[in-house]
Every structure is written in C-alpha cells, then in structure tokens.
C-alpha cells in the first residue's frame, strides 16, 4: 500500500463545495473492504479506546474505509470534518481517489497517512510498514499535531458565529490570529482580542495596581492592595491589609503565580517567590471570601456569568488521587492548554501543596462523594470547572461589572468577581472585584460544566459587524478557455472608473486598484486570497483558470457573479482532464457557487448546460444570435441577457432585462473590437457589460468603461496588441489553442491587410500532437509566409521536436513547402520575420513571452528608408490603405503612421 499523490483544496473543488484532501493511493491486492470492518474496531479501541465504530461505511472496500477513518481520526482530535468518499481514478490501474474534509492541511494530510498505516497494519502484521509500537507513538504524535494546530474553544466559537452570519475568514497564522472579512470591510480577531480592542485598555487591565487605582477612585468594589518590589515590604503589605491574603504578579494572567489565603509570614515567603517568577512587581491583596465568578462584558453589555470551581476530583472510595487525575484527564473535553472545553489537571507543586494542606498524598484513597481540591484559584486554565449563572446575577452586580470594563476601556473585558452569593448585591455582602481581564476566555460560558451554554460568539460577531452593514466585497469570478484575461481586465477598468478599488487577478499578475503587485499566473486560490485580504479593496475580479481549480480549488466559498465565456479544448490530457465534458464540469464550479448571478455563454452547448447546475438568483444569457431560441424565450419570460443584434447603421449590443429592451452600446463604440472587426473582443464586452450590471453598475458606468478600455500593451499586454509604427502592422497575441487561434486568424480576414499575411507560431510543448495538427488546419491557407517557433520552456518536447511538428502539418494541410520557415527560438524567429516585412504587410505574432516580443516590436529599426514608405503611402489610393494609415506625423525617429 502507497500514496502515491497528494492533493489539498482550500475551496470548491470538482468533489465537494468545502475543503478537501485528495490522497491517490495504489492498495494493491490489499482493496477488500471485509476484512477492514472486521478488525478495526478492536484495533482502534486497543490503540485509542474509541470503543463503538459506529462510523465505519456500510459497504466499500479500501478506500472508502481509508477515507472514514481518516476523517475519524480529525473527529477524534476535535476538528469538525465532515465530508468523506473513494473514487476510483480515471484511466489508471488499481488507484483510488481518497476524499475526505479537513480543517488543517497538516492535520488532514497527517491523518490520511495515519489511516493508511492502520490498514497496512491490519493487512501485514509484524510485515507491516509500521510496528504497533511505531503505531502507537505515531498516533500520538497526531494527537499533539492536532492540539498543536487546533484553534481554542474561543477563536472556534467566533468562527462558526462568523460562519453562521456568512462572513468569510481566513487564519492568518499557525495560532489564533483570524481575519474576518473581505478587503476594506476586514475586522481581525486574536483569540478574543479584536481589532477595536484598545492598546491602552488592554496595558490597563494587564497592570493590575493601575487598574485597582482606576476602579478604586470610581467608588467599585476592588480589593485593597500594595504593590511591592521586595519580601520586607509585601510582609508590611500584609500585615497593613491584615491576613489572610492574596499574592499575584502585577502583570500575570490565567492565574500563574497566584497564591490565596495566605495566613502568616512563611506562607507568604513562598507565596512571593512564586509571584516573582512571573513578574517583579508582586501585588500584595486582601482576600475577599467568597466564590470566583467570572462575569463576561461585551460592547459594555453583561453577556454571561459564570462561577469558577478550581480543578479537584471526586472519591469514588475505590481509587487513588493518583488515578482519579488519571480518568478525570481521560475527559474527552479536556485538553492541553486552551485547545479544548476544559483543561486537563496536572500534579504540579500547586496541587502537592494543596493535598499537603488536607494531610493527603497522592495514593490516598478519599472516600465515596469527598471532593479533593488540586487547586487553589478557579482558572480553567489549570484545571477548573465553570457553572452558568447569567440568568441569577443581582441587577446590581450585573450593572457593576459593566462599568468596570467601561472604565478601563475594553469593548470585549472579564471581570473577576468574589461573592458568597451573585444573586446579592454586591452592596450587601463583603464581594468585591480582584481582577480585570483584556482577551477573557469565552469557553467557560460557551460550554461550562453544567448550566445554559451561552452564544456570546454571536454578541462578538455583531458588535464587529453589525446587522445590516458589509462584511464581504462582491465578488465577480469568470473563467473559460479563451478571452478570460482581457474580459477581466476590462470588467476591473469599468469597475475603476466607476468608482471601485479594485483587486484584480489575471494569467499575468495581480493588480490593486491598477497597480501591479506580483507577477505569474495569479489564477488561483492564493492570488484570490492576496485580493481578499488586501485592506483597500471593495471589488474582486477574479480570472479563475482550470488549473488552479484542479490543484486547489476556489480561493473563495462563493460569488456574486460568475460567468463561463466558453469551452473548448486546451491543455487536454493534463490534470486528469482528458474530454470537453471533463474540462466544462472543471469550469462549471464558478456558476455552482455563485449566488447572484451566473452569466453563461448561450452560443457554446457545453455552457449552456450550465444552467441547470447553478442555484444563482439570476442567469443572464450572452450570445451573438439575435434569434437564439432558447435566449428569445429566457427574454420573453422576463429574465435577463445580452444580445448582440443587427439594428440601423450596423450591429447594437442590447440588454433585455424584466421585459426591458435596452440598446447599450454599438461594438465600433468600443475600441477594444477593432472596429466590430475582432469579434471575439465584442463578445467579451458583453461578458463585462453583464456582469458590471448584474453587480449593480448603471449603464452609463457601463458604457464609459468599455468606451475607455482599449487594446494597448500596457492595458492589456498579449491580447489582441496593436503595432502601426512601422509602415506595416504586427499584431500580437498569447493565444496558444485551437479556438484562441482561429479567433485571430478570421480577424486577419476581416482586416484585409493590402500587402502580404505573414504569421509566427508556436505552442506549448504540453499539448498533444493532435493540437497542433488543430491549430496548423486552422491557419493553413490563410498567410504568406509562416514562421515556426517554439516557447523557451519545450515542457519535455525536443529543442526544435514542436516548430518541426507543425511544419509537418501545415505540409498536410497543403501549405507549401517554400511558405514555411522553422526557426526554434523565439527572438530569432522574430527578428527574421520583422526583417522580411515590407510596407502594407501584416505580421501576426503569436508570442509566448510577450513581454519581450512587444520589446522587440516596438525597438525594431526598419531596413527601407522612411521617406520611401511615405512616398508609397501618399501615393496610394487604395482605400482599405487610407483607412488603415489616415495620417503620417515626422518626427526626430522618422515617420510615425498612426492608425
């Protein structure tokens, strides 16, 4: 048995709409599910005392056994996953997919790997990978791992509290630093620390004597104290405040160095040797009698109550203190620090003294119903338990702690109260404060030991975030084979100049507000994250490529808008994917988890049939047939589409919406469509025109935009790119598949170049050898001359194995023999085709870095003198020429013709 691949999905993926992990794994002979769920049960309760199984599937063989003991194995250590299945992998041999949730990659992926070596265990025996020794030492290394990374009981009940509210987060480190919320709208919590949470308050309630010296001149019932720096003068301290007391460091927390009812001058020796440990400053403080209770005040409200009992076990007149800290720790609920609802207890010096006291060590039996305590304060933190008593608390007592907080300054604070009874006032018994917390636990009130457990996470969520105001940025995804970068960037321009900052991520770079801010393929998970948590954005656009979906899913959980532009073959055999059917199910997850609106392409059959996999509120339909069937009765229904339609004086792009007819914009309006010429470019116009209205633009945005975003390299660098300066024209584009190429050759039709076509191209060395053949039937017949090249990375092909490819095709296709140049490198392939281009030839590039060719074009010194174009430019009279060149300007540099 091997795991052969790994996979893990932050987002939707094509199995589930949550986080995943995907392990391949070979079993070999070894599938067979019977003998799985015959001894695993035992196994699993000699290894780990789980007892029932009742988890265990049904029916299945290996791998779906894998895939639940793998998801039982994060339950068991308190993570809350809750999707598990097994597919076989396609066109393989024997391996099988294994699925299964998680809420932390290295938790997740350490459990499948556990699991697996629990079945090769059962499998082998003594031959198995690991020995039950090793097995045993690596289940508990899980264990740790798990506690390790696990999120506190507080961080997790903010979390599902966000969750419910449909606010996003996103874990900013290994601890408890969470961010909530999108772009400018982005709140941030650290445990129960937020981001409106005062510095000074929280330094106030740190420094204890400060803090008694705010409360104390507001007339609050604080406890008298000293503060002191040496052992003579805390002995003077207490013999002032009058025994018993109570030592505490001045700045500790969760009760360390905190001993009480100190009763005479060597207990208080020790008692200050403890404290200054933790602090230099020790707090000498009078001991107030009565029970601990913890009352929890929030956006200076009272929200819960709780009354602290310190960590202790109970006789059973059977078993030692030894073993009933032994079975007390084996709680479930219990855990190593803050990690779980309880804490486990610990023999420490604090717990030996505490049985020292009752004359008791730890193989003393108590008897049936004696309730022995290991500690002296009430801190969860140290093994306490906690009972509710919100709904008993004095009216008095309830609005005292509220001022408490208010006067240091907390919007989230804990008041450490002592009272013989919370349903009297603190006016009528000796109660007083001893303690004010900044970042209070909120696990004592959201599941104490006994009482109502209370939703304060909700109250926290909404003093962040309140009703009815934004948490998240709209999110506009869009994805397909072709056209997605320049759809995106022109939707990211119309929201610009509509008033948005916008995030952006393309097959280029990711951008913020225009600016560029890291280059690559920015089309995943990671690049959505980077715009999502950027503190000025207020509007995502997100280029979503196969790829990264694949790898790792959506960066996001859903959309407001999502659109798939088409689908056609590309990047075939790669990922799994080996069909158009595959490929389209790979790109439909955007439309599944948008929620406003889906925008799907009605002229592609495969998106199509994306409408019936979308629960968006909206579908707005974009096609190019103004008597599309299907889209004339969407329209006549009343929902919404974009049509381009022919009407007086040429084409009209119109938007019907709730029986509305509305002419938006004629293509030639739009300068990114050549003139209506690059067909392609008007469609993905209607795309943006869809979507900015779907989230809520008005048509004048819409229009102003798509009249202002043009073709320019520095718009949009590869697509579609514009050079007239050299007395011919050269045109340069990224496109690298059938559907991209066959889009910019019949806009060489439609162009009409007066003098000769001359193409270079290349392709990945990725694709397959039918591609090519594609892409040279495509092209063939079209041009001149043709240029074969290849991209600097050849992706395991030969240096020269892809040009020489294609010239055998384009030969095929009936391309003669004398029109075909192969030339291996880019730059030189380039430089020869730019060299052998006269006045009036168009050039058609189809670049792989197209950084550096559009360096080459622009920098590129033509062979004839200036005057000789000018002269052949004047001289014409061809009209397409006159068109095409309306002006010639000199300048230093000679002539420049603009278009």
Known sequence: ??????????????????????LTVDYGRDGDGAVYRKQLPALLDKLAGW???????????????????????????????????????????????????????????????????????????DRAARSWAELTQDYDDFLHLAEKQALGPSTRSLIQAAEARGIPWFRLNSQSLIQ????????????????????????????????????????????????????????????????????????????????????????????????????????????????????????????????????????????????LVETLNRDPRRGVGHEKELTQIHIDPQAMNCLADKGYTLETVPSKGETVLLRKTANLSTGGTAIDVTDVIHPDNREMAERV?????????????????????????????????????????????????????AKVIDMMFPPNTPARVPIAALTGTNGKTTTARMLAHVMRMAGHHVGLTTTDAVYINGNLTMKGDMTGPKAAAMVLRDPDVDCAVLETARGGILRAGLGWDWCDVGAVLNVSEDHMGLGGIHTLEELAEVKRIVVEVAKDTAVLNADDPLVLAMADHTTAKHICYVTLDAQHPLVREHIRL??????????????????????????????????????????????????VAAMAYSLGKSLDDIRQGLRTFDMSFSQTPGRNNVYDEHGFRVVLDYGHNPAAIAAMTGLVERMKPRGRRIVQIGAPGDRRNEDYETIARIIAGHFDVYICDRDDDTRGRGPDEVPKLM????????????????????????????????????????GSDVTRCWKQIIYFKPAWSTEEVKAEVQASAAPRLEKLYPKLVSDERGVRIGR
Request: glycine fraction near 10%; hydrophobic fraction near 40%; charge should be negative.
């Open 1 to 22: 048995m091997k795991i052969t691949h790994t996979g893990v999905f932050v987002g939707p993926n094509r199995y589930t709409i949550g986080r995943a992990i995907r």
């Open 51 to 125: 007892g029932k199984a009742d988890w265990l599937p049904a029916r299945g063989d290996a791998g779906a056994i894998h895939a639940a003991l793998a998801l039982e194995l994060q339950r068991q250590s308190g993570v809350g996953a809750s999707y598990c299945e097994a597919r076989p992998m396609p066109k393989s041999d024997g391996e099988v997919y294994v699925l299964y949730g998680h809420d932390d990659e290295e938790v997740g992926l350490l459990a499948g790997e556990l699991a697996l070596d629990i079945l090769d265990f059962i499998a082998f025996g």
């Open 180 to 323: 909530m919320g999108h772009g400018k709208y982005q709140k941030r919590i650290e445990a129960t620390t937020t981001s409106g949470t005062s510095m000074i308050a929280t330094e106030i309630a740190k420094d204890k004597s400060l803090a008694y010296r705010i409360l104390s001149d507001l007339g609050l019932p604080v406890a008298k104290q000293r503060l002191v720096y040496k052992l003579n003068r805390a002995i003077q301290a207490a013999e002032k405040i009058g025994y018993p007391v109570v030592l505490k460091p001045v700045d500790g927390n969760h009760g360390k160095g905190v001993t009480v009812n100190v009763r005479n001058e060597e207990q208080l020796e020790a008692a200050y040797d403890i404290a200054k440990e933790f602090s230099d400053g020790v707090l000498v403080e009078q001991m107030i009698k009565g029970f601990d209770h913890r009352l929890l005040v929030i956006n200076g409200k009272l929200e819960a109550a709780a009354l602290r009992m310190p960590g202790r076990v109970v006789g059973d007149g059977k078993s030692t203190v030894k073993q």
């Open 405 to 457: 907080i208010k006067a240091v300054g907390l919007d989230i604070g804990g008041v450490d109260f002592l009272s013989e009874d919370i349903t009297v006032s603190y006016k009528d018994n000796s109660a007083g404060i001893c303690e004010v917390n900044a970042g209070p636990g909120f696990r004592m009130h959201v599941a104490p030991s006994e009482g109502k457990p209370r939703d304060i996470a």
């Open 638 to 687: 009343g929902h919404r589409a974009l049509v381009l339609e022919q009407a007086d004086h040429g084409e009209m792009i119109s938007l019907f919406d709730k029986g509305q007819h509305i002419p938006l914009i004629r293509p030639q309006l739009i300068p990114a469509t050549m003139e209506g010429k690059a067909q392609h470019n008007t469609q993905n116009a209607m795309f």
């Open 807 to 846: 010239r055998e095709y384009l030969l095929k296709a009936g391309v003669k023999d004398s029109q075909i140049h192969v030339i291996p490198e880019e730059p030189k392939a380039l430089d020869v085709m730019l060299k052998m281009a006269e006045p009036s030839d168009l050039l058609l590039i189809f």
